[in-house]
């Protein structure tokens, strides 16, 4: 009856190491912003890129490392948002715009676009500008270039 329960434990703690480990990618991430950086991270056993950063690959590799992109993109797609996911939005807030941003090396991040004085459009130019919610965690929003 031990084992499962200590397997259990190191699930549980691998879960969590894995959480404060995006939690840091994403904070590095935000703090590049605040000072013009856009950081992604690239694989050194593959060489894949990540953006968002990630500091693991899902070719098994641990070794990633930073570098800076361009922020400015082309918005590769977009959509409304009529029903806000609990906790994403308030409900106050909808419609609001969504969109996928592809930046050089065919990066592609998705997030919400503001500033928007008329339709977007696929193909238009797009940054992304660092935000501080309410709750005082960092994120980030796209916006029109
Ligand atoms: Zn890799």
């Keep these: 009856m031990s084992e499962p329960q200590l397997g259990l434990v190191q699930e549980l703690s691998s879960d969590v ?4 480990r995006m939690t840091a990618e994403f904070r590095k991430f935000i703090d590049g912003l ?3 950086k856009f950081l992604a991270t690239e694989c050194k056993s593959c060489g894949k890129k990540f953006m968002p950063p990630r500091f693991t690959c899902p070719c098994g590799g641990k070794d990633l490392e930073w570098f800076e992109v361009n922020p400015e993109g082309t918005l590769y797609t977009w959509s409304i948002v ?5 906790g994403i939005a308030k409900k106050t807030n909808v419609p ?3 969109g996928v941003i592809e930046f050089e090396d065919n990066l592609l991040l998705t997030g919400h676009i503001k500033g928007l004085t008329s339709k977007p459009k696929v193909g238009m130019k797009v940054k992304i500008e660092p935000q501080e919610l309410d709750t005082g965690d960092l994120a980030y929003f796209i916006k029109p270039a």
């Design 96 to 98: 609001y715009a969504v």
């Design 82 to 86: 009529h029903f806000a996911p609990e």
């Design 34 to 36: 605040k000072e013009g």
């Design 17 to 20: 190491k894995h959480r404060q």
